[in-house]
């Protein structure tokens, strides 16, 4: 998901502490910042809550290309807002990590130079305003269902910054899905840039929930830290039971032969995505890998001056009121 | 690289009588600066009307290690709640 390929850090500590800590989980415990945690569990949690962060605020990159492009002021509006909350998500998940002690310039430059991801959906490009659309309806759709039971995960912090943007985010995936609604009703053309949109992101999209169980090697230690609640594969699947109802009312096409109902377990059998494609995504390869880490080196570098302004500006005013004393 | 920005608490009151509730915390320059950013970061659907923040490093919070003395004596004291004490019902509401 927005934190795909996690990987679970070991633990060299006490047995008898970490028997311990796993109870207080076990019994539903809420663990909080200055608790006794593993070594493992406090990285694994920087490392999945600093890439869920980042995901957000790289996530505004394919969405900012169309505020001003919008069709109409109304769905400027929409957009504006939509991303203003990615923002604010991002900033509420990178406090949550700083109470594992890990710094925000710190996070920042290990996104900057690459130690730390953001998920690979956010490497595809936004082409076209339906685009928009595809985005909010299954991006989001597709966040929404590994947000939920984040709300319950175990370090209180993070499952709280999971409440707030579990209330905000269904919005985001309305709006898509409202985008999608106006282009599959307009001209001929405008429903073809919505199929195409659905089929330029459907994979992508899959992609989001990481590995599938059989490859995903990380996650039986987080699940027992209750840090993931779901493993991929069932994520994926629920996502799919949900999408493709939304797909036929829309009248669009899923860009997937074999997808059938599946009668015996009552849920569809899908296509795989391209596991090499994500895997060459993940590591750098994707379309808007350099674009987007550019535009954030550039964010940085060109608002250094504003940060040192603003602290040069708070020491005067503070020196001032202290003679003033 | 230049030096961070310090932590702020932020909490903010409701308009339905409610007190103060934390709501998070941002990163600010001055006190000024937090009320701003906590203006945007937390009040973009009308969830409050008013907005104290306050210097993390200034906050004094009680140790997670000290539970046991600080908080089990309290337990005991059943007496403490209404309903430990039983009234006859013909004596009506109270």
Known sequence: ?325 | MSKEWPLWEVFIRGQHGMSHRHVGSLHAADAEHAVKNARDVYTRRNEGVSIWVIEAEKITASSPSEKGPMYDPARDKVYRHPTFYDIPDEVGKM
């Open chain 1, 1 to 325: 998901m927005y934190a795909q390929m996690v990987k679970s850090e070991a633990t060299k500590d006490d047995p008898e502490q970490l028997a311990a800590f796993q109870a207080r989980i076990d019994a539903g415990e809420k663990i909080e910042p200055k608790d006794w945690m593993p070594e493992g569990y406090r990285k694994t949690l920087i490392r999945q809550v600093g890439q869920h962060a980042h995901s957000e605020i790289v996530g505004q990159l394919p969405e900012g290309n169309w505020i001003t492009r919008a069709p109409t002021l109304e769905r400027k509006a929409n957009l504006l807002a939509k991303v203003q909350d990615e923002a604010g998500h991002g900033l509420y998940l990178y406090c949550a990590a700083e109470t594992l002690g890990v710094s925000r310039d710190e996070m920042t430059q290990m996104l900057l130079d690459g130690r730390m991801k953001y998920s690979s959906i956010f490497n595809y490009p936004t082409l076209t305003w339906a685009d928009m659309g595809a985005v909010g309806w299954l991006v989001d759709g597709a966040a929404i269902m590994n947000q939920v039971p984040l709300q319950r995960t175990s370090y209180g912090p993070y499952a709280r910054a999971m409440v707030r943007v579990c209330k905000e985010e269904s919005f985001h995936q309305r709006q898509g899905f409202h985008i999608m609604m106006a282009m599959v009703k307009g001209t001929a053309e405008q429903k073809r840039m919505a199929q195409d949109a659905l089929n330029r992101f459907w994979y992508p999209a899959l992609m989001m929930f990481g590995p599938s169980d059989k490859d995903s090697v990380h996650s039986s230690q987080s699940m027992a830290w209750k840090i993931k609640m779901n493993t991929n594969d069932e994520l994926r699947q629920k996502f799919v039971d949900e999408t493709v109802p939304q797909a036929e009312y829309l009248g669009l096409t899923i860009p997937d032969e074999d997808l059938t109902w599946n009668e015996e377990n009552g849920q569809y059998d899908f296509t795989e995505p391209d596991w090499n494609e994500f895997f060459d995504v993940i590591s750098g390869n994707g379309p808007c890998n350099v674009d987007r880490l550019s535009a954030r080196q550039k964010a940085w570098d060109d608002g250094a001056w504003v940060r040192d302004a603003m602290n040069a500006h708070a020491e005067k005013k503070a020196a001032r009121k202290l003679a003033a004393e």
